[in-house]
């Protein structure tokens, strides 16, 4: 068994350690106030190549591995939830399912721009009555002649105010018994009748965008089908086990966050005369706060390895989702309170954190759906 990363993995992390420390933590404050989407990050992104890590060369993309890319998202999600979730949403949800499923033509019209950084995606699944039922999707796509028409409103999708694709979930059967056959769908979002709503005022995770898409009587080439007509919902199910890994690694780099923060305050913050880390009820809460994370670390690569081996990895994806999430949210609050007062000030950051945290326990399967997934694994 090796624990060890590789040279290049190394170098990697090292230069996403840096780009998240120089380029984006300084204006994390600042996103978070006026919730408004990092653009200009994303270019710089674009530009090293991060966009298309595990995307093949031949396609604009770097040719590497799911770890690889794990490591990158960790690192721009210690600085920047928001920026961390449009970027994995671009990637794991967005453009792999074209990557996974797209035709020869489709990568080369879709990925291509994708992976080499120029564009964004996103991914269409959330209805008002299909969340955590994915199944319970009632946008429509009718074939006419030549052309789909799809009808109906995703709500809550990351990035879709700048993407230039929406992998988007559609009935394309449905039977008088009630059941219904999805799939899945291209829509580039300058297509007529493809509108995307303001952003949503959140929570946390405030400068991800995150809006409605609505579509009137969008018509799509039916070249624009994506894999098999309705399979749909089995290519979802696959792309949203993997895209887990990237939740989980944007709760990593977050609980390293909420630790380096919480250990920083606690050595020189002193009270009844010396620093509050010589109290063990303080030094107790860091080195929880710290297993936990070297836990949820070791959860993520071992997903992400898994991934890479083609072995089996659902249930240890849900593992790490699952562990990862809870203990970004543990982790913060832990932070929080070591920072006392000073933790409830805005300039902080903590209380950020705290804010940012709660989507990862939501987006891309609840914690529930989570221990539901596991319960599956273990045959129940
Ligand atoms: C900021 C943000 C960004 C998002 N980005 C995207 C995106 O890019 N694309 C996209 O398609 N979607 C996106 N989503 C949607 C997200 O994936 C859903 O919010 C999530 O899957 C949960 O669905 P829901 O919110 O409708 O909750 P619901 O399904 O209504 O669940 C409500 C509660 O009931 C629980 N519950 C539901 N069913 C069960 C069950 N069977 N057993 C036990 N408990 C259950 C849930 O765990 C939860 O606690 C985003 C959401 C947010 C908030």
Known sequence: MNFELTAEQLRIQQEAREFADQVIAPRSIEMDETAKFPLDIFKQIGEKGWLGIPF?????????????????????????????????????????????????????????????????????????NAGSDAGGVETTAILDGDEYILNGVKRWITNSNYASVITVAAVTEQHANGRKRISSFIVPTNTPGVSVTSPYKKMGARASDTGEVVMKNVRIPKENLLGRANFG????????????????????????????????????????????????????????????????????????????????????????????????????????????????????????????????????????????????????
Not at 95 to 116: C, D, F, H, N, W
Request: net charge neutral.
């Open 233 to 380: 919902m089995k290519q979802f199910l696959t792309i949203l086990n993997g895209g887990r890994i990237s939740i989980a690694a944007i709760s990593v780099g977050l609980a390293q966050a909420a630790l380096d923060k919480a250990l920083a305050h606690a050595k020189q913050r002193k009270q009844f005369g010396r620093p509050i880390s010589d109290f063990q009820a303080v030094q107790f809460k860091l080195a929880d706060m710290s297993m936990e994370l070297e836990l949820a670390r070791n959860m993520l690569y071992k997903a992400a390895w898994l991934k890479d081996q083609g072995k089996p990895y659902i249930k240890e994806c849900a593992y790490a989702k699952l562990f990862a999430s809870e203990t970004s949210f543990r982790s913060s609050n832990q932070a929080l309170q070591i920072l006392g007062g000073t933790g409830y000030m805005q300039e902080a950051e903590v209380e950020r954190y705290l804010r940012d945290a709660k989507i990862l326990e939501i987006g891309e399967g609840t914690s529930e759906i989570q221990r539901l997934v596991i319960a599956r694994q273990l045959g129940c």
């Open 56 to 128: 093949a060369k031949e396609y604009g993309g770097m040719g590497s591995d799911t770890l690889t890319y794990s490591i990158v998202a960790e690192e721009i999600g210690r600085a920047s939830v928001s920026v961390g979730l449009s970027y994995v949403a671009s990637i794991s949800i967005g453009a792999s399912p074209i990557a996974m499923y797209g035709t020869e033509e489709q990568k080369q019209r879709y990925l291509v721009p994708l992976a080499q950084g120029k564009e964004l995606a996103s991914f269409g699944l959330t209805e008002e």
